[in-house]
């Protein structure tokens, strides 16, 4: 088998948006349970922020001003 690491020398050889699918399908691997009420919760979650969106109430940012902030807050945490 294959180190983690070659494996994400490969992975950051992707598009973002395969390795965006990528990690979602590596997160979804993590819940090894279904959870029905966890999934019924988010779906209504889900409505209520297209309802946002669509109502013009809700906040939004670009991709590149999420990926910014979620880059600065990994580098805090790094130190």
């Known amino acids: 088998m294959r180190s983690a ?4 020398v490969d992975a950051r050889a992707l ?3 395969e ?3 990528l990690v979602l399908r590596l997160a979804e ?3 090894e349970q279904h959870d029905a009420d966890a999934e ?5 979650e889900v409505a209520a922020r297209i ?3 669509r109502a013009g109430t809700a906040e939004t940012t670009t991709t590149a001003e999420a990926l910014a902030q979620a880059r600065a807050r990994l580098s ?3 130190g």
């Open 76 to 78: 805090t945490r790094r």
């Open 40 to 44: 019924d919760t988010w779906a209504a």
């Open 19 to 21: 390795r965006a699918a």
């Open 29 to 31: 691997s993590l819940d």
């Open 15 to 17: 598009s973002t948006d």
């Open 5 to 8: 690491e070659a494996i994400t």
């Open 51 to 53: 309802e946002g969106v």
